[in-house]
């Protein structure tokens, strides 16, 4: 069970698969969700983790539903929480449910949930705004150079939306850049192991008050899980 003092700072496009997590298990924590655009800077949402963190009420256990997303959690400092995240490299095994399983799939997938589909920032409002600024001939150009590594698309099914809705916003973009839809099944393990207070340490860092989270934690995410 998860200490009763537990607050969640989680990423936004986190947030179907959060509530669905709290739903099934009749949780009531309280939850900051931090907006998921800021990915693309990582000093502006290393920021706005801190922010978070330091607005919940010292003592308090924080459940960070995130990915080391890079070097933004790099320095996030606990002050006078405990803080506990997965060691996942992004949000994806998230979705999944172990990093064994992103693994599977290899660096040519380009993944898909509602959440990501709703965000700030995402590669399909990245082509609008390329579309608006260079016209449509330009900007296929440059989506077909952002996408060319990437062979298909997976809509990962969470059971937190419709898989189908999200293929059918993403199917102009694959046909723009020529690869396949999938819809993939999800696994929402982790997030649940994170809110049920079930942290192996072979799935979960966990940082005492007084620490922050540091560059060689980042990097350790130890063997991959076994799905």
Known sequence: MPPENAHIVACKTLA??????MRGRGADMPVTFVESGKHIWPDKLRDCIQESIDSVPAGKTILLAFGFCGNSMVGVQSRSHTLVMPRAADCIPLFLGSRKTREAYGIYTYFFTKGYLESESNILRD???VMKKYGQKRSLRVMREMMKHYKTIAIVDTGAFDPGEVAE???PLAGLIDVPVSVVPGN????????AGDWGEDEFLIIPGGSEISLEASLNLGPPQTG
């Open 127 to 129: 082509y609008e705004r």
């Open 188 to 195: 929402l393990r982790i997030i649940d192991a994170l809110l």
């Open 169 to 171: 916003k993403v199917a």
């Open 16 to 21: 179907p698969e959060i509530e669905l997590v």
